[in-house]
């Protein structure tokens, strides 16, 4: 990866990470649905002026488009998107911004399973070592709050 396209993706970290603070701010104010709404129209004037630009590349795409294709896009958008928002909004409401972001910051375990399990992607011994570390460090962070007294009933 060359610096700029580092640079690029440093920038979509802080932007992803500043996200939940504005979410979060957001929902000690709006009802979490409400929040789903406004950010949901905000996206959408961009997003169709984008499309405008875009009508070419879109019209040549959905010519190639089957069933199967469709299909995916549904479900991505409406289950992948949408009611993860709605989990999203409703958890983020009731726990601290960093520790819910850090739990849904492990999709990429759920991603090398599926992946290694459907598409039959490798992985080999330095990523399993990243994916144990990944699985510590979220641990570690989820139980940040908890006292060590609470840690006793466990033992």
Not at 29 to 53: C, E, R
Request: glycine residues 4%.
């Amino acid at each position: 990866m060359n610096l700029f396209d580092l640079s690029i993706t440093l920038v979509i970290a802080f932007l992803s990470g500043l996200m939940p603070i504005l979410h979060k701010t957001l929902l000690n104010k709006f009802n979490p649905m409400s929040v789903l709404i406004f950010i949901g129209l905000t996206y959408t004037f961009p997003l169709f002026f984008f499309s405008l630009a875009q009508i070419d590349t879109i019209k040549t795409d959905l010519a190639k488009m089957n069933s199967t294709d469709a299909a995916c896009i549904g479900f991505a958008s409406i289950v992948c998107v949408f009611f993860a928002n709605i989990l999203y909004y409703n958890i983020l409401k009731k726990h601290k911004s960093y520790i819910v972001t850090t739990l849904i910051d492990t999709a990429p375990l759920f991603t090398l399973i599926i992946a290694v399990g459907f598409l039959k992607e490798h992985l080999n011994a330095v990523g399993l070592l990243g994916v144990v570390l990944i699985i510590m460090g979220t641990i570690c962070i989820s139980v940040n709050d908890y006292k060590f007294e609470e840690f006793e009933r466990f033992a």
